[in-house]
Every structure is written in structure tokens, then in C-alpha cells.
Nanobody
């Protein structure tokens, strides 16, 4: 079973930065669009950013200009550079293939917790 292992979260002050990483265990990483999602208690998981095969990137309006998504196809790693963090960015962050994200049977990783607080 393909696994996603997220890391890099932590506690950061408003205005600070973090870089999240997601290691993909499958051998077909380069064949898929990849995305970062986040979830807070009581809310649905929401899409943060995606990066397509040709490296085209899209961002949710609430992170546009602050976050940067990138991928390392040689090492099967997805990154999310988060700058100018705000308290409302506090969430558990997950990576996933957007093509699988809406499938109720999809197995998500454990995510990585980001807390933005002074």
C-alpha cells in the first residue's frame, strides 16, 4: 500500500516560516499531480496547493503569495514552503494525490501539525 509520510510541522510565531515535506513510498510519484491539504478540528479537509506533472502550480486564495509547493521527482518528495504564517494557518497538513483525495477509501497519512501562535 502506498504511503504518504508528512513531516516538518511545529510551533511558529505569526510571520514565521516552515517547510513541510512529504515522502511518497510508491514508485509512480512522477506520474501524478500532487497536493497539500489541511484540516482543523470540526472542519472538512481543504485543498491548499497542487503541483502538476509539468510543474504547473495552483494555490488556494488564502495562501496565494505566501506558500510555495514544489516536488522532487527523483526522491519522491513533495514540499510546502510556508512563509508569513498566520494563526489561521494552524492545522494538520497532509499530502495526497488530488485524484484520490475525494475517495472515501483513500488512506491518508498521519499528517504534520502546524501551530501558529505567539
Amino acid at each position: 500500500q502506498v504511503q504518504f509520510v508528512e513531516s516538518g510541522g511545529g510551533l511558529v510565531q505569526p510571520g514565521g516560516s516552515l517547510r513541510l515535506s512529504c515522502k511518497y513510498s510508491g514508485s509512480d510519484f512522477s506520474m501524478y499531480m500532487m497536493g497539500w491539504y489541511r484540516q482543523t478540528p470540526g472542519k472538512q479537509r481543504e485543498l491548499v496547493a497542487t503541483v502538476a506533472l509539468e510543474n504547473k502550480k495552483n494555490y488556494a486564495a488564502f495562501v496565494e503569495g505566501r506558500f510555495g509547493i514544489s516536488r522532487d521527482n527523483d526522491n519522491n518528495i513533495l514540499y510546502l514552503q510556508m512563509n508569513n504564517l498566520k494563526p489561521e494557518d494552524t492545522a494538520v497538513y497532509y499530502c495526497m494525490r488530488p485524484s484520490a483525495a475525494s475517495n472515501p477509501s483513500t488512506h491518508w497519512g498521519q499528517g504534520t501539525q502546524v501551530i501558529v501562535s505567539s
